[in-house]
């Protein structure tokens, strides 16, 4: 990769120290190709003074421009040796075998050398052991001392360094460049799909409508068409927010690189998730459980059925009202109820139960007050105890992902984060916690097994 314009002006600035140690020719030359036990061609990147280069009158494309060089190989070194090879050395390599040197016809008469007699000091970059390039610099009046020799070798390192730092920033910026392609590309797929996929949606919802309308109220299939319309409408409103949600990170993708999040807020380019909450809404929200859980365990008794599980409920009336958003604890709800439904046998049972309780300071979300509980209790094999702490991490599904049970892992993240949002809480016992099963029949749930989900909600002021 080509030198940075930032890399040439600290190159420039260090060979002006050099400069005014008194040296009188002083450049950086960088290896155009680090490959072992190649010759290594040499690009000058900073000459002092300018007309030691020869025709170049645009320094900015000399510096990109591939320079011959009769320079010996300089090969990667072992860790031993980059000590003793960072030692300057002086008037181990003519003047006239580096790209960009010119000699003075009147310095070089007489059979003396006269690179010799400008005093040369040559200095590696070095860097783990590879060789970057060469700092040269020479004078005539006199030889270079030891503390001379030292800020040479001070210099050399911090380009050697500088050199480094310049790479990896230019390939990460080619890396950026090209993941910036690949997330364009995505995108558009993205587009494609979701046009794709609203055409069917519809027709769904409209097959659901028209059902509806053939069925008499007493008809007990009205309610799986109601379903059908209901689900749908759900589906049709998470589409909304994935298609908003694509063209906000497609814009996104489009405005320069370190764009301040202030900047994509005063845009309106920094959206929430799709089922996260403002601070508006945790304040203001409130719904009433029963009225979320109505329609969900409608449709879980309809996949109940058609599973061989039985499916429980038991909600008291006249429930205060909880500071929840409606379409988030919808969700957190469904995403319980439909583990439930996953990892229970045939013939067993699942029990919902909604309890009002006082709630005591041993949850981090609130200290001793009023709230509401909605248990999710299910018959199924239970969690592993190693599984437990990892249960809530996103994509993680312990030994479920060595079952024939599909999922994405997803489901639980998705439920801890909105119950959060919600300033409630959420907890996981596994085998069931015997506290919030059924007062009667509650031996037809075994205590040694099982897994039940509690959502603690705080109630509205």
Same mark, same amino acid.
């Given at each position: ?6 890399? *040439? ?5 260090? !060979? ?17 190709? +680090? ?21 170049? /009158?645009?320094?900015? +494309?000399?510096? &990109?421009?591939?320079?011959?060089? $009769? %320079?010996?190989p ?27 040197? &010119? ?5 070089? =008469? ?5 690179w =010799? ?7 590696? #970059? ?8 060469? @700092? *040269? %610099?020479?004078? &005539? ?32 910026? =080619? ?6 392609q690949?997330?364009a590309?995505?995108?558009?797929t993205?587009?494609? #799909? ?8 519809? $027709? ?33 409103? +998470? ?7 694509v ?7 489009? @405005?320069? %690189?370190?764009? %301040? ?19 508006a ?10 009225e ?18 039985k ?16 379409? $988030?604890?919808?969700e ?9 439904l996953?990892?229970t046998?045939?013939?067993? &049972?699942?029990?919902?139960? !909604? ?7 041993d ?24 599984? #437990? ?14 079952? /024939? ?12 984060? #909105? ?8 907890e ?18 075994p ?9 603690? +909600?705080?109630?509205?002021?």
């Amino acid at each position: 990769m080509p030198a940075s314009s930032e890399f *040439v002006k600290l190159c420039r600035s260090q !060979v002006a120290i050099s400069v005014s140690l008194g040296a009188t020719f002083s450049a950086v030359y960088l290896t155009e190709e +680090l490959v072992e036990g190649s010759e290594a061609k040499l690009v000058p990147i900073a000459v002092y003074p300018e007309t030691s280069v020869q025709g170049q /009158e645009n320094q900015e +494309l000399r510096l &990109q421009s591939p320079v011959p060089s $009769a %320079s010996s190989p300089m090969p990667r070194l072992p860790a031993s040796r980059v000590r003793s090879q960072e030692a300057s050395t002086m008037g181990a390599i003519a003047p006239e075998s580096l790209p960009g040197f &010119q000699s003075n016809s009147n310095q070089c =008469q007489g059979p003396e050398n006269v690179w =010799q007699q400008r005093r040369q000091i040559v200095t590696p #970059l070095i860097h783990e052991g590879a060789v970057m390039g060469l @700092l *040269v %610099s020479g004078r &005539q009046d006199r030889p270079w001392n030891e503390r001379e020799e030292a800020t040479m070798q001070q210099i050399a390192r911090t380009l050697a360094l500088a050199c480094i730092l310049d790479q990896r920033s230019q390939w990460m910026q =080619q890396e950026l460049r090209q993941q910036h392609q690949l997330q364009a590309q995505i995108y558009e797929t993205m587009h494609n #799909l979701l046009h794709q996929f609203k055409s069917p949606l519809t $027709a769904l919802r409209t097959f659901g409508q028209l059902l509806m309308r053939r069925l008499v109220p007493e008809d007990r299939n009205r309610d799986v068409a109601s379903s059908i319309v209901r689900e749908s409408a759900r589906l049709q409103e +998470l589409l909304l927010q994935f298609d908003r949600t694509v063209d906000t990170g497609e814009a996104n993708l489009r @405005l320069p %690189s370190g764009t %301040s999040d202030r900047a994509k807020s005063n845009l309106g380019l920094i959206p929430h998730s799709p089922l996260s909450l403002s601070p508006a809404a945790n304040v203001e929200a409130s719904c009433e459980v029963a009225e979320v859980l109505k329609p969900l365990l409608m449709s879980a008794e309809a996949i109940a059925n058609e599973r061989h599980l039985k499916l429980l409920a038991d909600i008291p009336v006249n429930l205060p009202p909880v500071s929840a958003n409606p379409k $988030a604890l919808r969700e957190v709800l469904s995403n319980l109820i439909d583990n439930a439904l996953k990892y229970t046998p045939a013939e067993r &049972q699942i029990y919902i139960k !909604v309890g009002y309780k006082t709630v005591f300071g041993d949850r981090s979300a609130y200290s001793k007050r009023q709230a509401i509980a909605v248990a999710v209790s299910d018959t199924g094999p239970g969690i592993p105890p190693q599984d #437990l702490e990892h249960l809530f991490e996103r994509h993680y599904r312990g030994e479920k992902a060595h079952t /024939e049970i599909p999922g994405t892992g997803l489901g639980l993240a998705i439920a801890r984060d #909105l119950v959060r949002q919600m300033q409630g809480d959420i907890e996981v016992f596994s085998p069931v916690n015997p506290e919030w099963l059924p007062s009667v029949g509650s031996h037809l749930y075994p205590t040694d097994r099982g897994t039940t989900f509690v959502v603690w +909600l705080p109630l509205n002021k």
